[in-house]
């Protein structure tokens, strides 16, 4: 009788104890994994290209189940000590864009999969929560973008040998086979400028866009400016290193020739100096109300053309939004013309106008961007004017990082650290800096 009832004590502190035991463990798998998830986000489309070039079989399939594992995998990161709200979410984007493809039979299932990356990377970066830790990360991730860049840059031909991009696109649907000769090489269409458009950041480099690991020079333009804005941020940690950085990611833009990426770094960088602009309500209207600018703009240029400039693009995006009617505004009917590089067409047209605004007041409160600082700032800069006239601010390449670091900066610094202390040692014994 006397063992029976302490039984179930002793019982219980085992249970304790190894609940205890269990938390430093789920912190070393995520301070240890969560660079690799990072990293494999930035360079699967890399290397299944370059596998794709070899020999390899790689299709739409493999790129999509290559990008769902990446999401899988960060999601069983975070799963142990997802809260609810973060559960919660999954299950109703999932029930959503079910009900939403249950009306609009063109509806993009991949919506899913875009939404689905800001929160998984975001509560991942919050769970590693080191400063430090994120700072290697993009200097690495940097140094790897440089030095493909620099190879694809001097030794083009070469490079062709071994990344068929183009084809690598069209295999994945996301080009057409019959515009293989536009550049005549193995390219993607947009990495070369056309003949007699020249270039648009330094004139005299030729009109061969730089795309490095990115396949496409859109992609390295927005980690350019990703780099930029992070550097400029965490200057004062490491102001040396920030000094590079930010030299490097300027670097990057130039060479690949983005105009955006090049906008998007003077405008951020004037941005942090206004203390206004962090207020949630003015994080919140910078993407708001850049649907109705489109708009106003395309009606004001009523006889424009469709070209590369950015009024041009700007100009086919409001010609995507002026052919809706409401349902189309509610994601319930497809879009009569197609989104492409229509970033806001893409999401409102395959996610509803109500639904995306909600989800963006949600991104902007005091626990989320807000609590990022000027970094989140940024954010909402680059989200805000990408989306006018592309899409690609969505695509996990360069998402995956970005909502990465947001999740590091948002864990307050006098926040108890995450139960990753047995890890401390590994990452020079310090879990938090300051920013």
């Not at 105009?259 to 206004?276: E, F, K």
């Not at 189309?328 to 879009?335: A, D, F, I, N, R």
């Amino acid at each position: 009788m006397k063992l029976a009832l302490q039984a179930p004590p002793l019982q219980h502190v085992r249970s304790r104890a190894a609940a205890r035991a269990s938390g430093p463990a789920r912190g070393q798998a995520i301070h240890a994994l969560a660079p690799t998830v990072v990293f494999a986000a930035l360079l699967f489309n890399f290397i299944l290209c370059f596998l794709k070039t070899r020999g390899l079989n790689v299709g739409q399939v493999a790129v999509i189940g290559s990008e769902v594992a990446i999401l899988v995998i960060g999601g069983l990161l975070i799963f142990p000590t997802a809260s609810r709200a973060t559960v919660a979410y999954f299950l109703a984007l999932v029930a959503y864009v079910g009900f939403l493809r249950y009306f609009n039979f063109a509806l993009d299932l991949k919506i899913g999969i875009d939404l689905s990356i800001p929160v998984i990377f975001w509560v991942l970066g919050e769970k590693y929560a080191d400063l430090r830790g994120a700072d290697r990360i993009v200097l690495a991730a940097t140094i790897i973008v440089v030095i493909v860049g620099l190879f694809e840059w001097f030794w083009l031909d070469e490079y062709q040998n071994y990344f068929d991009i183009f084809q690598y696109f069209v295999d994945k649907g996301s080009a057409d086979a019959s515009r293989s000769s536009v550049t005549g090489t193995k390219f993607f269409t947009s990495a070369f400028r056309p003949p007699g458009e020249g270039r648009e950041v330094l004139p005299g480099l030729g009109n061969h866009r730089d795309s490095s690991i990115f396949l496409e020079p859109i992609g390295a333009g927005n980690f350019g400016a990703l780099v930029f804005f992070w550097a400029i941020h965490r200057f004062s940690a490491a102001p040396r290193i920030n000094a590079v950085l930010i030299a490097l990611a300027l670097g990057i833009i130039i060479l690949a020739d983005t105009r955006l990426g090049a906008i998007l770094c003077g405008i951020g960088l004037v941005a942090r100096a206004v203390p206004l602009a962090r207020k949630p309500v003015i994080l919140f209207l910078i993407p708001a109300v850049m649907p109705v600018l489109i708009l106003y703009v395309t009606a004001l240029h009523t006889h424009a053309t469709i070209d590369n400039g950015f009024v041009g693009r700007i100009y086919s995006a409001g010609q995507v939004l002026q052919s809706w009617d409401l349902l189309q505004w509610m994601g319930l009917e497809p879009s009569p013309i197609a989104a492409y590089d229509a970033g806001y067409g893409y999401l409102i047209s395959n996610f509803g106008l109500l639904a995306a605004l909600l989800l963006w007041a949600v991104a902007v409160r005091h626990r989320g961007l807000v609590a990022t600082g000027g970094f989140g700032l940024t954010t909402v800069i680059y989200l805000g004017l990408s989306l006018c006239v592309t899409g690609s601010p969505l695509s996990i390449k360069t998402a995956a990082l970005l909502w990465f670091l947001n999740g590091v900066l948002s864990r307050p610094v006098d926040a108890p650290a995450p139960e990753v202390v047995p890890v401390a040692t590994l990452s020079g014994g310090v879990l938090h800096g300051t920013g």
